[in-house]
């Protein structure tokens, strides 16, 4: 056991800078990690020669919760931590080892604390005993290794990924986890032409959409003019599931219809088309803006059908226009994913966009594409002002005139 000297604070905190603040913050969490540390390594000296002999106390939990004024389960919490990451001794008097030596090494530094030891403890205790000694030591390696630097959550992924690739197969499942799960989607379709969901989502099923809302519809990030995202937690959630629903019927494994994956006709005069004005016709239903219509033909499997000025059919076209796998795999390669300036969204997540749109003879090649986003898909396609071009192969925008008079152009810096 090591002494530490006491840190005094400065006297007058108000003129500190916000370095010496936020070194005098870290330096001295360091110091009570250290002290709480120190605190374990007694607890376990106790608990060897045992709380009876030494105080007249049935347990070392129970005493330590009366001497620090500390509730029983708190108490105990931070006596079964102590024996964990501290070597003890048994009762003939041999030692006994820590089961997480590095971990309580990493403690006595001043390193970690309980927010990091506890999951630390909570993965190592779930790795199958017959695992190796060296994938043990190596497991409690890589997550102090973490640890010193991440907080509680990303310890417990990370401890997950660990415990993954141990125990790839998991627990044996039991009867009652073999059971078909119960799930309800009702999709009712209003005189409007909107659509309404609701349903009913057994655990795993909710456990996993909540985890898409989460991840794909997280808050896009301050772009460069300070502009913040302005969706609710519900709009942000209705664009994250037409996301997941444009990946799977987008991706190359998707299930057919009548021998065609699934696919969606838009029905639109050819001037509107061409001028981007006016209204089509989804599935001979709904009614899109043109301008919707364009992004859609960017990149979606629809089937244009064009008409004239009676309304006659002048083509029923093919879903060739989206790009080919080929092709896609080189955007991602170029991209890395939404090629707007500060965007973060990943490929996955990301349209092809035809720069000279396909109504205006635009190529389908990659001197004539880029990947966005499905939100600045539409505000390229919108009345923003912004403009594309390949410059260097490398996609640029232009932004418009009130956002900066010289509209120098920006890059994405992923």
């Not at 909540?210 to 519809?217: C, D, V």
């Not at 016709?281 to 979606?300: E, P, S, Y």
């Amino acid at each position: 056991m090591s002494s530490q000297r006491i840190l005094e604070p400065p006297q007058e905190l108000w003129r500190a800078g916000a370095r010496e603040l936020a070194h005098g913050v870290v330096e001295r969490l360091s110091v009570a990690r250290q002290a709480l540390a120190e605190v374990g390594q007694f607890l376990v000296e106790i608990e060897s020669r045992g709380p009876m002999e030494l105080f007249g106390h049935g347990s070392t939990a129970g005493w330590f919760a009366e001497t620090a004024r500390i509730s029983p389960n708190e108490a105990r919490d931070t006596v079964t931590r102590a024996l964990a990451v501290n070597e003890s001794r048994n009762l003939d008097g041999t030692p006994a080892p820590a089961f997480a030596p590095i971990a309580g090494a990493a403690a006595a530094e001043g390193d970690l604390g309980h927010q990091q030891l506890d999951p630390i403890l909570a993965v190592l205790k779930k790795i199958p005993d017959d695992a190796s000694a060296d994938d043990r030591t190596g497991a409690e390696q890589i997550l102090v290794t973490l640890a010193r630097h991440a907080g509680p959550q990303e310890i417990s992924n990370v401890g997950a990924d660990l415990l993954a690739h141990l125990d790839p197969d998991g627990n044996e499942p039991k009867d009652e986890d073999l059971k078909p799960p119960s799930r309800e989607v009702h999709l009712h379709k209003r005189d409007d032409g909107w659509w309404r969901l609701n349903g009913l989502l057994d655990p795993e099923f909710g456990a996993r959409a909540n985890a898409l809302f989460e991840t794909w519809g997280q808050r896009r990030p301050v772009d460069d003019d300070g502009n913040r995202d302005p969706r609710t937690p519900g709009e942000r959630h209705g664009d994250a599931l037409f996301d997941a629903i444009h990946y799977a019927m987008t991706n190359d494994k998707a299930p057919t219809l009548s021998g065609d994956r699934t696919t969606v006709v838009v029905t639109i005069p050819l001037e509107t088309l061409t001028s981007g004005l006016g209204a089509a016709c989804v599935d001979g239903v709904a009614q899109i803006t043109a301008r919707h219509a364009r992004m859609l033909a960017c990149d979606a499997k629809i089937i244009p059908a064009l008409l004239g000025t009676e309304s006659e059919p002048l083509d029923i076209g093919r879903a060739a226009r989206s790009v080919t796998p080929a092709q896609r795999r080189a955007l991602n390669l170029r991209d890395h994913g939404c090629a707007f300036p500060g965007c973060r969204r990943r490929p996955k997540h990301c349209e092809a966009h035809h720069i000279l749109p396909w109504g205006q003879l635009g190529d389908t090649d990659l001197d004539n594409l880029c990947l966005l986003c499905r939100y600045h898909h539409m505000v390229i396609h919108g009345q923003s002002g912004w403009k594309v071009q390949i410059t260097d192969g490398r996609p640029e925008f232009i932004p418009p005139q009130y956002l900066d008079p010289l509209q120098t152009p920006r890059r994405n810096h992923r």
